[in-house]
């Protein structure tokens, strides 16, 4: 399934939307050239075409997304024509009119404009609050944790940028903060990786900086990786950030952290949640912390009364988030959910993979306000920083 929706499902679309952009382009090359031979048309729709589709040939630049954007217009003001077509009374058009719908360059801005709206969007980082009632002995005043993953560093941020994200987490005043994992990845260089945990290293908590792997910080995509394992590991180290990789952590004599190894990498020997907890102190808070959103069951049968993930990117691209949720790819996509003893957080990410750009939901650092039920008070909100 998940081969399907990730590599034969947008080798499909691909492939249909570029026999739909060839039509387009052949009824373009028609209409503004009548006088031109059946021939020279089908030659030139051939190069307009070859040359739209080579250049987007990297799935991973940014022609792309604009690319597939454009499709979606065109099929939507194809869609309105018919409907237009069909309700008017006159069927006559203006010859602008028909000039400005065979031209598409309706759709080539409007995709430009969504683009642009989703670069502006990735790179202002919005604060998400959620907060957590806890029925375990914790202390009087509670504790804030900054939660926070998928940094994909180098795809949207320089160092500048990221000191201000990290600036703007540290006025928090946070007692802890949880990198997610997917922090860097395979297109991260060896200096943009060090140069990521030691800012991230300077934050000041009073309880500490904890880290557990995503699926691409180790790089393990790339065929000549710009850092090893052990480069990664002694980057974070030297930062002074703790890593939980199926590992349990008490703070405070009050929380446990529980840090899973990620289940993409590895997963013959990542521990289950049960292997973790035993003979864990069920006195404290369990705080499980797994760069993917699964296993929830296990999780709530576990005895853990708060899980924190990210990967998802909440779609980041739409209409991925939208397919995530029909294929059902991962048990939460996005937010904030409670089932049963279980409070699940999965977060959009500070930054995006691949991509300088988000057309679904917002980049995010999560602060969460883990409190006893007499002292809630305020409910989830919203606030933002320039990245």
């Known amino acids: 399934m998940m081969f399907f929706i990730w590599m034969l499902l947008p080798l499909v679309i691909i492939l249909l939307a570029g026999i739909y952009l060839c039509r387009k ?19 030139i729709t051939a190069g307009v075409t070859g040359i739209l589709i080579l250049s987007v040939g990297y799935i991973n630049g940014l022609w792309f997304v604009i690319f597939m954007y454009m499709v979606v217009f065109l099929l939507m003001f194809d869609f309105f024509a018919l409907i237009v077509k069909k309700f008017r009374k006159n069927k006559t058009f203006p010859y602008w009119g028909k000039a400005v719908y065979r031209s598409g360059i309706l759709a080539l801005l409007a995709a430009v404009l969504l683009v642009g709206y989703g670069y502006y969007n990735m790179h202002h980082i919005v604060k998400t609050e ?9 202390r009087e005043e509670g504790y804030t944790i900054v939660f926070f993953s998928d940094l994909h560093y180098g795809t949207t941020m320089d160092g500048e940028q990221l000191k201000r ?3 703007a987490i540290e006025s928090e005043n946070p007692d802890m903060v949880i990198l997610g994992g997917d922090i860097v990845d395979e297109r991260t260089s060896l200096a ?45 180290e030297r930062a002074g950030i703790h890593i939980l990789e199926d590992e349990a952590y008490a703070v405070n004599s009050e929380i446990l952290l529980i840090g899973r190894a990620d289940r993409g990498h590895g997963s013959d020997t990542r521990k289950s949640i049960f292997q973790l907890v035993e003979g864990a102190d069920a006195a404290k808070e369990w705080i499980l912390i797994d760069h993917q959103p699964v296993e929830y069951a296990d999780v709530m049968e576990s005895g853990c009364g708060l899980m924190l993930s990210g990967h998802t990117h909440a779609g980041q691209v ?6 995530a949720e029909v294929f059902h790819t991962n048990e939460l996509t996005y937010g904030y959910r409670e089932e049963g003893n279980l409070t699940e957080v999965v977060s959009s990410g500070i930054a995006g993979w691949g991509y300088p750009v988000r057309t679904q939901k917002h980049s995010e650092y999560v602060v969460i306000h883990l409190i006893k039920p007499l002292r809630a008070a305020s409910s989830n909100s919203f606030g933002w920083i320039s990245g």
């Open 318 to 323: 739409w209409p991925l988030g939208f397919l």
């Open 165 to 167: 994200a990290a600036d």
């Open 192 to 236: 943009q990786m060090q140069e990521a945990f030691e800012i991230m290293g300077n934050i000041r908590t009073e309880y500490g900086i904890y880290y557990v792997y995503g699926n691409h910080d180790r790089s393990e995509y790339a065929e000549r990786p710009n850092y090893t394992a052990a480069q990664l590991e002694d980057a974070i």
């Open 25 to 43: 382009v052949y009824m373009a090359v028609c209409f503004f050239g009548k006088k031109l031979t059946k021939r020279m048309r089908i030659m």
């Open 130 to 138: 959620y907060t957590v009632l806890t029925d375990k002995e914790i």
